[in-house]
Nanobody, 123 residues
Framework: VQLQAFGGGLVQAGGSLRLSCAAS????????MGWFRQAPGKERQFVAA????????YYASSVAGRFTISRDNAKNTVYLQMNSLKPEDTAVYYC?????????????????WGQGTLVTVSS
């Protein structure tokens, strides 16, 4: 499975960005997908996850109410809509796929990772 994340960029505080994660090499419609982020000098942290059907979503408390994860299984793509961005959201954002059943917020429980896309929020 290859995951490619894109859509990052520079945005002012209060602005919005939409990240996309396109999968190839395998249909991902049966698997949990997640977004994580890693700021400079910090550990990778969970942002959001979505079940295979899209009916259940999970968020870190720091982004709940501002970010929305969604998926289009027909396009083999997962999205992260980020609104009301804050400077502390600045990080490299990674999408990930989990082969095992169930949602997890632990990065070591995901099996495939995209290359990351940089989001920079200026104050």
């Amino acid at each position: 499975v290859q995951l490619q994340a894109f859509g990052g960029g520079l945005v002012q505080a209060g602005g919005s960005l939409r990240l996309s994660c396109a999968a190839s090499g395998r249909t991902v419609s049966s698997y949990v997908m997640g977004w994580f982020r890693q700021a400079p000098g910090k550990e990778r942290q969970f942002v959001a996850a979505i079940t295979w059907s899209g009916s259940n979503t999970y968020y870190a408390s720091s982004v709940a109410g501002r970010f929305t994860i969604s998926r289009d299984n027909a396009k083999n793509t997962v999205y992260l809509q980020m609104n009301s961005l804050k400077p502390e959201d600045t990080a490299v954002y990674y999408c990930a796929l989990r082969l095992r059943v169930g949602v997890s917020s632990q990065s070591d429980e995901y099996d495939y990772w995209g290359q990351g896309t940089l989001v920079t929020v200026s104050s």
